[in-house]
């Protein structure tokens, strides 16, 4: 499989020394042919040392880092179809949405279960190769939403070749927790242990697929982590270290967006739908405000010190996501189809096609793009190139449109390259000054809620990288905390914060976060630690078009010596 070709409207004209991410747009950048030219091979590149790094020596030589121009990619891994029991849109009005919101790139996860297995993934296949020569310009993924045995969901989705569907068939018939039963996963119950283990079987199985070739790639995200508080610490690290290059991170916002929106679906709604209890099934060492999203995000990774610190804070990248979970969109007029007689999901696979009526119907998501976006940094267009983005966790998200663009890098001061972006990491030596360039294209016209978002901060958080835990449930990370905000209201276009930071005798991470400034409160672990963070919304009244958040994944500092 090879990768796509730049599209026809690329533009040949713009070499490669013109190019510039902290002032270009996405589109501008995708025109450069010069970007994505075949020097960058399978979407990746060897980036050059820097001119004062030629003169050290062997030791010092592995100091800073210097990662390649990107252009990144917008896209989606947590869309359904007809062929989820549960969902209501065929391909076509999916895709056609995806592109009226700008989507480079989406993923279709149907749920698994007997119907899909024995005959919609197939049909489905069909039809993606289908929608693969009607949109050329789109990346479409097949992949499936894994029913975790002993846990909640999974994205999984692999490469475009010829075995893509046949390897999904064959994990979800193979490892499926709903399909097999292995649902149990309450602590102390007697399958509880099989199937965490089946769950850990299941992704070593997808990373032999990988490295026998069978498929160019495959990757897995967990889905909605605290929705039930089924996903506990002990497991999420088990899938991850299990293939860290095949489980790479999880949804830190879920879909399901719009299911607050006043009025809409009740006094007790809350946005991703995280409207739970703590059950049976759930791990006991969560609180209940786990259970709920902060500006829309899981308690996982809104708590600064939380759940996803306490990863990241073993030195090991774990990435976030965000996506529509698109199943029934709100305010939307169509439904169901009508079953013809003797037919039904299970001895099809597939819904009837939907019909259009003149009322709204019931609904919590956003179509594709919309208002969830995951922006994933590449050196070439295509699908390998996006999974190798993922993997490498060059990734930011926002909500809303709240940016057009982001670009991160952190560099020694003693250094004159590029520098290292999101998901990489920088060797340095104890005591360095080093600069966090953080340049920030504001939005540049409404979005299609018709308002023209505005960032009016933007806060770096830091926490200390002290390696693996010794209490594999533990989720604090107590060494991480806000460590700078800058006021940014008013600002508009593209401009750069320079964050001036000095490495200590400990490897560290830092990661960014900002708002429109609409709704802040003191983070779950106290003032000290994030004096102004995300907080719930009052249930049944959380309009999400005014409370719009971006994050982005961390970037690693290793201090020489440490």
């Known amino acids: 499989m090879t990768e796509q070709q730049l599209p ?102 149907e749920h698994s279960n007997f119907g899909h297995a024995r005959y919609g993934a197939a049909l489905e296949h069909r039809e993606i190769l289908r929608a ?225 009526t003149t009322t709204p119907q019931p609904g919590s998501d956003f179509w594709p793009g919309q208002f969830s976006r995951t922006h994933v940094g590449v050196t070439r267009y295509g699908y390998r190139a996006v999974m190798a983005g993922l993997r490498a966790g060059r990734v930011w998200l926002d909500h809303g449109h709240l940016l057009d663009g982001l670009d991160v890098r952190l560099e020694r001061d003693c250094d004159h390259g590029r520098g290292v972006t999101l998901g990489g990491r920088l060797r340095v030596r104890k005591g360095e000054r080093l600069t966090l360039n953080v340049t920030v294209t504001t939005a540049s016209r409404p979005n299609p809620q018709g308002i023209l978002p505005e960032l009016a901060h933007v806060d770096v958080i830091r926490g200390s990288v002290r390696g693996p835990v010794a209490d594999r449930d533990a989720w604090q990370a107590p060494d991480t905390k806000v460590v700078s905000t800058a006021d940014v209201s008013g600002r508009k276009g593209t401009y750069t914060l320079r964050i001036p930071l000095t490495a200590g005798d400990r490897p560290f991470y830092v990661r960014l976060r900002g708002s429109d400034g609409n709704r802040h409160g003191a983070g779950y672990l106290g003032a000290s630690v994030d004096p102004h963070g995300p907080i719930p919304h009052t249930p049944g009244d959380g309009d999400p078009w005014t409370d719009t958040w971006f994050y982005s994944n961390p970037v690693f500092v290793d201090v020489a010596g440490a």
């Open 8 to 109: 026809a409207w690329a533009d040949p004209s713009v070499s490669p020394a013109d190019l510039d991410p902290q002032g270009v747009s996405r589109r501008g950048l995708l025109r450069s042919a010069g970007l994505f030219g075949a020097a960058f091979a399978l979407g990746t590149a060897t980036p050059a040392l820097a001119a004062d790094d030629r003169h050290l020596g062997s030791e010092d030589r592995r100091l800073g880092g210097e990662d390649p121009r990107l252009a990144y990619l917008v896209g989606d891994h947590h869309v359904h179809s007809v062929y989820s029991h549960d969902a209501k849109y065929t391909f076509s009005q999916l895709a056609a949405a995806g592109a009226r919101y700008g989507l480079d790139w989406m993923v279709f996860t």
């Open 132 to 356: 693969r020569a009607e949109n050329p310009r789109q990346l479409i993924f097949q992949g499936l939403e894994w029913y975790i045995p002993a846990a909640e969901h999974c994205t999984v989705f692999t490469a475009p070749g010829r075995h893509e569907v046949d390897l999904l068939t064959r994990f979800e018939s193979a490892y499926d927790g709903k399909l097999l039963g292995y649902t149990e996963g309450a602590p102390g119950a007697a399958d509880t242990a099989r199937n965490e283990a089946h769950a850990v079987k299941a992704i070593k199985w997808l990373a032999e697929q990988r490295r026998t070739g069978r498929v160019d790639d495959v990757l897995v995200l967990a889905n909605h982590p605290l929705r039930l508080g089924i996903d506990s610490p002990h497991e999420m690290r088990n899938w991850r270290d299990a293939a860290p290059e095949i489980m790479i991170g999880m949804e830190g916002a879920p879909g399901a967006q719009g299911a607050a929106i006043p009025g809409w679906r009740g006094a007790t709604s809350m946005r991703g739908e995280y409207e739970n209890k703590p059950s049976a099934q759930s791990w006991p060492g969560y609180p209940a405000e786990a259970y709920l999203t902060y500006g829309g995000f899981d308690w996982a990774t809104a708590t600064v010190g939380g759940l996803w610190d306490s990863m990241l804070a073993e030195g090991r990248l774990f990435s976030i996501t965000t996506n529509s979970d698109a199943h029934r969109i709100v305010f939307d007029t169509w439904r169901n189809g009508d079953w013809p007689a003797g037919q039904n999901f299970d001895n099809t696979g597939k819904l009837p096609d939907p019909v259009n």
